[in-house]
């Protein structure tokens, strides 16, 4: 009845559609930003744990320690390597004399643990030589970019063996990576650890972190306390400390409510058009309703038609929803826009469908299943 | 009294309609005897009550007083369900508006009383096509209703009350939408098709032109039948 109907037919999938797309494009931005506030634990694949000051509530909040605590760290029974990081947004000056903040990570520098998960130009040693940094390609081709040749031409990428200021001491870059997208954005700089605390302006405290590895074997979790427990730090796994970082921005941010009122906003317009539609779809057929009553249909075979209806548009515009979101991140990807669709947003996205559905033919059900036959026999 | 050889037995039946304090008393003691293989009209003017008697023979709504027997069953006893199943099974309804479901196709419409009894899709549209040929829409099977003439539509209406074989047809104002014509046509088609010794036939009905079609007339006034009279042209 309803697919006879074409204006109503493609109003509520219309509607549902725009409820998709909306709860699954605004889900996805969200889980890419939140994804990319712990984008550089997740670069740092190898140490097992991360130290730092029990204060510290997010990754970059940089509470820097004394170099000592490397050492108390190492002591400690299980660690089988324990080595330094330093990580703070230092000012760069660039070639045209422009400043640019970037992310500037201080690597051990005999093992270069801590490094970029992947090199595009160059070898991560190159960090050896002198005055050395390696800075990531998103960086490199847009804030640290040199002024074009020509006016009006493209900026030039950063490139091997260009040079730049960093809180006013030389340095060079000798290699250009990849990261994970960090919330901040800025310009990723490698560079070495006494490197770094040259560059960094002068401070009693530099450590921002110790990295540290488990022994095989080792109950991470039982290091961790015992970390905690012989040099009063904080010692998280980085499963843990990404879920650390999460929560901050959870907790002290306005972004899950931004995009939870958009998701919300999403899931009542889906509603209103789809529960609306349907239910006036519901109200102009109740004579055929009424008839097939008449005609001996049950209650239940009219509840099944109505479901059956439902999901029939509830599928149609979940797919076109959600393949319209998956449209939209693949065409930015790439891009500024944090974009991250999980099976789990596909699922979140399902459900609140169903429950737009749901609601949807509830209304009409409760009309059709109080309906009188007797109305068959009103002109 | 023996209800044996009767369709419909009404003995005292009432209704009130009630609407806030107002009440209104639709059918006040009915005394209705319908037979196997009978054409009954049911006539009188608007507000009488013909409609609300035949809803309540057909089981679509329940009465207050009295008793109503439709084959030997009290309707008004059975469940909700049981009365729905029961209607799907043994009544047929024809409606002033055909009220054919516009978007399907004038064989799905004719196949729907079968579906609803659980016949399979493919059993369903066979019967259907046997009934429509028999109605003379063999060319019509794939077309929607809203592509049919008035008169069409009430044949394609008379075939779905038809289809599963029921016992009773309860037609309401079968030709008031049509011209004088086609009204004779379609009641033509009734008669012929839908009338059979086991099988009988409740037309409500202003349209004095067919009442030539009917075995009796019971004439309704104000809520009571005030006269049932044989049709000469039938006896």
């Keep these: 009845m309803l697919v006879g109907d074409r204006g109503k037919y493609l109003g509520i999938i219309m509607g549902l559609t725009f409820a998709s797309l909306l709860i699954t494009q605004q889900s996805s931005i969200f889980t890419g930003l939140m994804t990319r506030t712990y984008g550089a634990i997740t670069d740092l694949s190898q140490p097992d744990i991360w130290v730092m000051d029990p204060k510290v509530l997010f990754i970059d909040d940089i509470k820097p320690l004394q170099d000592t605590e490397l050492f108390r760290v190492r002591g400690v029974g299980g660690v089988e390597w324990a080595v330094p990081l330093y990580k703070g947004l230092l000012k760069a000056r660039l070639q045209d004399g422009n400043f640019q903040i970037c992310n500037v990570l201080g690597l051990d520098d005999s093992t270069l643990i801590g490094g970029p998960p992947q090199m595009i130009e160059g070898n991560l040693s190159d960090l050896r030589r002198q005055d050395a940094i390696i800075v990531n390609d998103i960086g490199a081709r847009t804030r640290l970019a040199k002024r074009p040749k020509e006016g009006g031409g493209k900026p030039v990428p950063l490139q091997i063996g260009d040079t730049l200021e960093i809180n006013d001491h030389r340095a060079v870059v000798v290699g250009i990576c990849r990261v994970s997208r960090t919330f901040q954005s800025q310009p990723v700089v490698y560079t070495t650890y006494s490197r770094a605390t040259v560059f960094a302006p002068r401070e009693r405290k530099s450590l921002s972190f110790v990295l540290v590895k488990a022994r095989e074997g080792e109950n991470l979790k039982a290091l961790c306390e015992r970390i ?76 099944r038609m109505i479901l059956l209806q439902a999901l029939m548009v509830g599928a ?20 500024e826009l944090s974009f991250r669709l999980t099976q789990d947003l596909l699922f979140v996205s399902a459900g609140a469908i169903i429950i737009i559905i749901i609601f949807s033919a509830l209304i009409s059900i409760h009309k059709v299943m109080r309906l009188e036959p007797a109305i068959v026999f009103k002109a | 009294m023996s209800t044996n050889g009767m369709a419909v037995y009404c003995k005292a039946v009432t209704k009130t309609y009630i609407t806030g304090s107002t009440k209104v008393q639709a059918l006040r003691s009915i005394d209705l005897n319908v037979r196997l293989g009978e054409l009954l009209m049911l006539v009188g003017p608007s507000g009488c009550g013909k409609t609300t008697l035949i809803s309540v023979i057909a089981g679509i709504l329940d009465h207050d007083e009295g008793e109503c027997l439709v084959f030997q069953q009290n309707l008004r006893a059975m469940g909700q369900t049981q009365k729905t199943r029961y209607r799907g099974a043994n009544i047929g309804f024809v409606f002033q508006a055909y009220n054919l479901i516009p978007t399907l196709s004038v064989m799905e419409n004719v196949a729907v009383p079968l579906l609803i009894l659980g016949k399979s899709r493919a059993e369903a549209h066979s019967r259907a096509r046997e009934i429509l040929v028999h109605v003379g829409l063999e060319d019509k099977l794939k077309v929607l209703p809203g592509d049919l003439s008035g008169g069409q539509q009430q044949r394609v209406a008379i075939a779905r009350a038809l289809v599963h074989s029921p016992k009773l047809i309860v037609c309401d104002e079968p030709t008031s939408a049509l011209d004088a014509d086609t009204g004779r046509l379609v009641m033509e088609v009734l008669r012929q098709t839908a009338l059979s010794a086991d099988r009988s036939l409740i037309i409500v009905t202003h349209d004095n032109r067919i009442f030539n079609f009917a075995d009796r007339i019971a004439r309704m006034d104000d809520g009571r039948i005030v006269l049932v009279e044989p049709q000469v042209a039938h006896q």
Aim: charged share 10%; net charge positive; hydrophobic share 45%.
């Design chain 1, 228 to 303: 905690r427990k012989s040099t009063g730090l904080a010692a998280y796994t980085a499963q843990e400390f990404k879920d650390v970082t999460y929560n901050y921005y959870m907790k002290y941010t306005g972004i899950p409510i931004n995009f939870g009122i958009a998701v919300m906003l999403g899931f009542i317009i889906g509603t209103a058009i789809a529960g609306q539609t349907f239910y006036n779809f519901t109200l102009e057929n109740l004579r055929y309703f009424g008839t097939l009553k008449a005609m001996g249909a049950t209650n239940g075979i009219l509840l």
């Design chain 1, 316 to 335: 149609l515009g979940y797919g076109l929803g959600v393949g319209c979101a998956a449209l939209f991140g693949y065409l930015f990807q790439g891009t």
